[in-house]
């Protein structure tokens, strides 16, 4: 059984793809957004609405010090920026959950419109079709358009439309197909640290599209020497001279200096004793990719008769991410999406080489069924589990006592975790620090986090607090946890406040201080999370005190 359908088809299924992939995407949009790295990124950008374009003092202030000192890349910052400044200040909506996810999940069903673009102009029409079948129901991708968890599905959107729009150029090399071309690869450079990777795959597809070596220099000649290549060109000198900048005040975060950080973090490891972990590398693909695993392994036997040069670039593309992702030990497993969309590109070649293709069908309706298993909790011939994107456990009001904890800090009720810091010009602000280890106060109080608590607390840079607040829970069981009751012991920090669920006069909640502040204030969840819901509506009407989370 083949897949065969007339060309005047194919733009109507694909448009019939994008719709299913956005549906599937907004099945409860209504997220408990629990983790640092969403929250992070969403105040990333919501941040740059009270920065100023002219002023330049303080730096922090300025709208381009911020979209370049950010750790993850200007378009990772500026792309949000632009989408939240159309629906939350031109369309007045208010921030919500449903909202984010409604955003997100049109960045995602753009990534796919930009793979099918570059396999369309790579490998044809039906092939294109396939793999933008296949990657619409990858459960890994489904959950990173649902959530803002870093860069991962922009970076995938500009790298894949950078390589269309060079395929593009090397058939007709003119000024405006160059500027298009130029500007998809400075807003990738700005959308992934390790961009190198992706500008090497720009030449690996000029090579695969150039008869010769003689070919290949003309093409790149004609396409990279002239003034417009300074379009892509300029973000790498603009973060090269930032860092450099950053450095020269003691500021040791930025973009590239992020890279430089994992490098320097791999150049410390052992290489004699390293050995990847292939188990875990197989089970995050089978986790976060659902059969594409197995399809992969089909696809790679039924190609081996017909490798050519497009089979062996999208083969490098896939191997290359692969093999990244094997080394980094410190890879989250969202990072698996970078190796699983070319892999997507390679089963598709099964159809593109007139294969038997009732494995796509089965690739297909297995990933469906099993995202909606693992995002949505439906248990379809297994046991949900949790990955990216997934439906969050829902907090209840007297939980954890974190969304309490999280009222009185926005609220400014605790004395013990209020710090008026003198600033330049008579100005003063708030700073608030709360080290804790439960991801509803990540949450609720729109915080940012620290990833080691446990380096933090060897770290001594808590010294440089005069006061914050230390969050122990009374419910829960965790090894984090516990770091922070003996460092409350060690330390001798005294119990400022306490969180009750009075239903059941359970305690959830030890607030701790190395600020004393008189007698212990004793606060009910059921009192206080309705005050919170009525008032803050989740994440909607951020306060204005900087909450700093250990």
């Known amino acids: 059984m083949q897949l065969n359908f007339s060309p005047k088809k194919i733009p109507v299924l694909f448009i019939l793809i994008l719709?299913?992939?956005?549906?599937i995407r907004m099945i409860y949009p209504n997220l408990f957004i629990t983790d640092g790295d969403t929250a992070g990124h969403i105040l990333a950008s919501l941040r740059l609405f009270h920065t100023s374009l002219l002023k330049f003092h303080p730096p922090i202030g300025n709208f381009f010090f911020q979209i370049f000192q950010f750790r993850h890349g200007f378009t990772v910052i500026l792309l949000p920026f632009f989408f939240y400044f159309i629906f939350f200040k031109l369309l007045g909506l208010a921030i919500s959950e449903p909202l984010l996810v409604f955003i997100c999940a049109i960045w995602g069903v753009t990534s796919i419109a930009a793979v099918y673009l570059f396999v369309k102009k790579l490998?044809?029409?039906?092939?294109?079709?396939?793999?933008?079948?296949?990657?619409?129901f990858l459960p890994v991708h489904i959950g990173l358009s649902r959530l803002h968890t870093g860069p991962q599905i922009i970076s995938i959107i500009f790298l894949y439309l950078s390589l269309y729009l060079l395929l593009k150029t090397i058939e007709q090399p003119a000024a405006k197909n160059k500027i298009l071309y130029f500007l998809s690869l400075a807003f990738y450079i700005g959308a992934d640290n390790a961009f190198m990777v992706g500008l090497f795959f720009n030449l690996a597809v000029l090579a695969a599209s150039s008869a010769d070596w003689k070919t290949f220099f003309s093409n790149a000649k004609k396409i990279y020497l002239n003034w417009l290549s300074l379009i892509f060109l300029l973000p790498i000198i603009i973060y090269a001279a930032a860092a450099i900048i950053s450095l020269k005040f003691g500021i040791n975060s930025g973009y590239l200096l992020r890279l430089f950080e994992k490098f320097a973090g791999q150049?410390?490891?052992d290489y004699k004793s390293f050995s990847p972990d292939i188990v875990r590398l197989i089970s995050v693909f089978l986790t976060q990719g659902g059969a594409i695993f197995l399809g992969l392994l089909a696809a790679l036997f039924a190609l081996k008769s017909k490798i050519n040069r497009k089979t062996l670039l999208i083969a490098l593309i896939f191997l290359?991410?692969?093999?990244?992702?094997?080394?980094?030990?410190?890879?989250?497993d969202a990072y698996i999406v970078y190796a699983l969309v070319p892999a997507c590109i390679l089963i598709s070649l099964l159809w593109s080489e007139g294969k038997k293709t009732l494995l796509i069908y089965f690739l297909v309706?297995?990933?469906?069924?099993y995202s909606l298993g693992v995002l949505y909790n439906l248990n379809i011939f297994l046991k949900p589990i949790a990955i990216y994107g997934s439906i969050n456990r829902e907090i209840k009001n007297n939980d954890t006592g974190g969304k309490s904890l999280a009222y009185l800090v926005r609220e400014n009720k605790l004395e013990a975790s209020r710090i008026i810091i003198p600033g330049k010009g008579g100005m003063q602000k708030e700073k608030i620090g709360i080290l804790a280890n439960d991801d509803s106060i990540w949450y609720y109080s729109a915080a940012e986090g620290e990833g080691d608590l446990n380096a933090l607390l060897n770290s001594g840079r808590l010294s440089n607090y005069d006061r914050f607040l230390a969050a122990v829970s009374d419910i829960a069981n965790s090894e984090a946890n516990d770091s922070i009751k003996k460092f409350v012991a060690d330390n001798s920090y005294g119990l400022v406040a306490e969180?009750?669920?009075?239903?059941?006069?359970?305690?959830?909640m030890s607030i701790y201080s190395n600020y004393r502040a008189g007698a212990v204030a004793r606060y009910y969840a059921d009192i206080l999370n309705p005050l919170y819901d009525k008032k803050y509506e989740n994440i909607d009407?951020?306060?204005?005190?900087?909450?700093g989370m250990f």
């Open 19 to 23: 719709a299913a992939a956005f549906a």
């Open 320 to 332: 290359s991410y692969f093999l990244i992702f094997l080394v980094s030990g410190s890879w989250q």
């Open 123 to 136: 490998l044809g029409e039906k092939s294109a079709l396939l793999s933008a079948l296949l990657i619409a």
């Open 499 to 508: 969180i009750y669920d009075r239903e059941n006069g359970k305690k959830l």
């Open 365 to 369: 309706l297995v990933n469906l069924f």
């Open 541 to 547: 009407g951020l306060s204005n005190v900087y909450s």
């Open 267 to 269: 150049s410390g490891s």
